[in-house]
C-alpha cells in the first residue's frame, strides 16, 4: 500500500534532485529518505528512482507517482482540513427528526442556540411520530431522533444511544363552559360519559389504556394527529381531551381550559441517536442543546393551578 508520507518524499527528491536536498526541506535525514524511498518502491513493485552517481531521475513509474502524488496530497490535505473542521465545529451537518409538539417547543429552542454556538454547523428538520421516526434513525435516514414513549416497552430502543430530555406530563382539555372548567384537578373517571377527542395514534392508545384501567372506555367521537385542531375542537364545545402540556404550549387554547387530570400521566421525552453517531461533536452538541433547551421549557411554565377537585370527585 502506498502512503501518503512516502509520496511526499518522493515528491520533494523529484523537486530538490537528490536525497540530501530533500531531506532538507523536509526537515530529516538523509538516510530517513533513502529508507523511506527504498519502502516506497517495494510497494510499488518497481524501482522509481535511477541513480547515477550524484545524479538520480525518475523512471517511468516515478513520473506517473509524481503526477498523482500533488493531487492526492493536496486531496488529503483538504479532507484532513474538512475533518478538522467537523471536529471543531467550524462545520458539519445533524439531521434531526422530530415530532410536531416537540418541533414548535423545543427544537426552535435547542437550535437557536446551537447556531449562537457553533455558526459553521447546519441542522436540517423533518417530522415523525415514532415508531417511525426511529425507523428512520436506525436506516440511517437521519442523526438524531426526537421521540417520546409511555413507559412501556423500554427495550425497544436498547440498541440507540438514550438522552432523557423531558416528563411531559398529559393534562385534560375542557371547554370553558365545562362543569369542570374551574376544577384544579380532575379524576379521569369524571369524564367517563363525554365526548373524546383524541390526538396521534401513540397518544391515542395511551388515552384509551388510562381510561379502561380507570374503569371505562372512552367515545371517540374525533381523532386526530394535529394538535391545534384538538384544541379547535374542545374550544368549540365539541368534547374534552388529554393532551401533553408541551402540544398545550405550542397552542393557543382559545375557548378551552387546562385542568390537573388524577391519576397522573407523563410521556418520557428523549432525543435517541446511535453509538457510532453520538460520537461526532455535532451530534453530540445537538444532543446537549435538547437537553438545554428543556430546561429552559420547564423554567417558563407557569406554575400550576392550585388543585380544587371537584364535587364529584370531594363526594
Given at each position: 500500500m502506498i502512503e501518503a508520507r512516502h509520496l511526499r518524499v518522493l515528491r520533494a527528491v523529484a523537486a530538490t534532485g537528490s536525497f540530501s536536498a530533500a531531506a532538507r526541506e523536509l526537515g530529516c535525514t538523509q538516510p530517513a529518505v533513502s529508507q523511506q524511498m527504498k519502502a516506497l518502491e517495494s510497494s510499488a513493485g518497481t524501482p522509481l528512482?535511477?541513480?547515477t552517481g550524484r545524479e538520480m531521475r525518475l523512471t517511468q513509474a516515478g513520473e506517473v507517482l509524481v503526477r498523482h502524488a500533488s493531487g492526492i496530497l493536496a486531496g488529503l490535505t483538504?479532507?484532513?482540513e474538512e475533518v478538522a473542521a467537523i471536529a471543531g465545529l467550524r462545520a458539519g451537518r445533524v439531521r434531526l427528526v422530530s415530532f410536531p409538539s416537540g418541533s414548535s417547543t423545543l427544537v426552535p429552542t435547542a437550535l437557536a442556540a446551537l447556531r449562537a454556538a457553533h455558526p459553521g454547523t447546519r441542522v436540517s428538520l423533518v417530522e415523525a411520530e415514532p415508531p417511525r421516526s426511529i425507523e428512520m434513525l436506525r436506516e440511517g435516514d437521519c442523526d438524531v431522533?426526537?421521540?417520546f414513549r409511555y413507559g412501556a416497552g423500554r427495550a425497544e430502543w436498547d440498541d440507540l444511544v438514550v438522552r432523557p430530555i423531558l416528563a411531559d406530563r398529559?393534562?385534560?382539555?375542557?371547554p370553558e363552559g365545562h362543569r369542570l372548567a374551574d376544577a384544579g384537578s380532575v379524576g379521569i373517571a369524571e369524564l367517563a360519559d363525554e365526548s373524546w377527542i383524541a390526538g396521534c395514534p401513540r397518544c391515542r392508545r395511551q388515552l384509551v389504556d388510562v381510561c379502561e384501567e380507570a374503569g371505562f372506555t372512552?367515545?371517540?367521537d374525533f381523532a386526530t394527529d394535529d394538535y391545534p385542531a384538538v384544541v379547535g375542537l374542545v374550544g368549540a364545545g365539541l368534547g374534552v381531551a388529554v393532551l401533553p402540556e408541551l402540544a398545550i404550549e405550542s397552542v393557543r387554547p382559545k375557548g378551552a381550559r387546562t385542568v390537573t387530570v388524577e391519576p397522573a400521566v407523563e410521556r418520557e421525552i428523549v432525543a435517541l441517536t446511535l453509538p457510532d453517531l453520538a460520537m461526532v461533536p455535532a451530534v453530540a452538541a445537538t444532543l446537549d442543546e435538547l437537553t438545554r433547551a428543556a430546561t429552559?421549557?420547564?423554567?417558563?411554565?407557569?406554575?400550576?393551578?392550585?388543585?380544587?377537585?371537584?364535587r364529584a370527585t370531594r363526594a
Open positions: 528512482l535511477i541513480r483538504a479532507a484532513e431522533a426526537l421521540a398529559l393534562v385534560g382539555l375542557v372512552p367515545r371517540i429552559r421549557v420547564g423554567a417558563d411554565r407557569p406554575a400550576p393551578p392550585r388543585a380544587r377537585r371537584s
